[in-house]
């Protein structure tokens, strides 16, 4: 009985030490810029975030990664990167991981909070704000079908209207072999892809999304389901082996994430977000990494200052 009781005791109060040390770490524009460092937490992602191998480390770049470097400088602190993985990103930043599973929000058990920022693409989407905050829109997106180029799958005529793009492309996957991949903007309970009535395929083994086309060029499945900057990316990667078919979502945003508990500092990148999109660096960053997308979503950069 009393071994009992201590080990309650000691689970208790290993419970509240986890807790403990996530709110101690739960930190706010001041405590940011009195500690002297912004944390960045990342998935390397399409040209978002980027790692190449460099000897015994792993180099780590890309948009995100540049944009969260400009705003440690802004701030006056020095950056850090914290690597992540789809199924880690938000408890490294609230303390506790959350999945989106059946319609609903499963939670993790707590843990130590290891970074203030997550950058790296991030869509806005609707249970992802119940966890985290973001910021104002940064990059356009939405979710395509795409086909290998001899698929007898055709890219749809567009009729002006997405919703009825939508409805067109879903009435050709009936019986249709499509990837897609949860806890991502590939999630297909997202789009109601279960009355299409195609044969979903997820990933046995967790699959990047830069992963999504080489499988359907191995021939895993007839198309998948890919975002616009990945794409954008594969067409440029891959000509003429892939198609885009048409959209599976209505236009989407993505946006840099912030723990709830840290208003001052989305308050923070906002204002130099919109301060870099004014004076045109925001789009000399996106030119670097995604040139086409100017092409695809001209009235979304319209406001920034033209590219030289």
Known sequence: MII????????????????????????DLAEI??????????????????????????IYGGMDTELMQGFAAHLGV????????????FGKLTGR??????????????????????????????????????????????VWLVSRSDSDLQPIQPSGSIAQDIAQVKSLLKDRDVLAMKQSCLDPSLYNMELTGAN????????????????????????TLLDVPDTLIALEKWPGEIKVIGPISFEQRMAVGFRKESPELR????????????????????????PSVF????????????VN
């Open 78 to 89: 020095k950056y850090e990167y914290v690597p992540a993985k789809w199924t880690t990103v």
């Open 267 to 290: 308050k923070a990148f906002n204002a130099y977000l919109k301060q870099i999109r004014a004076n045109g660096t925001y789009n000399k960053i996106v030119q670097k990494y995604y």
């Open 97 to 142: 991981n959350a999945q989106f599973d059946n319609n609903q929000i499963n939670y993790g058990e707590p843990e130590s909070i290891q970074g203030d920022v997550i950058a790296n693409g991030a869509t806005t989407l609707e249970w992802r704000k119940q966890v985290i905050d973001f910021s104002d829109d940064y990059f356009p997106s939405a």
């Open 200 to 223: 979903i395929i997820l990933p046995i083994k967790e699959r990047k999304l830069n992963e999504m086309i080489p499988a359907i060029l191995n021939n895993d499945a007839d198309s």
């Open 295 to 306: 092409h695809f979503y001209p009235k979304f950069f319209a406001s920034s200052t033209a």
């Open 33 to 58: 810029q009195a500690d002297g460092v912004l944390r960045h937490i990342g998935i390397p992602y399409a040209n978002f975030v980027t790692a190449y191998p460099q000897g015994n480390k792993i």
């Open 4 to 27: 009992k009781h201590i080990s309650f005791i000691s689970a208790l109060f290993l419970a509240m030490l986890t807790t403990t040390s996530s709110q101690a770490s739960t930190r």
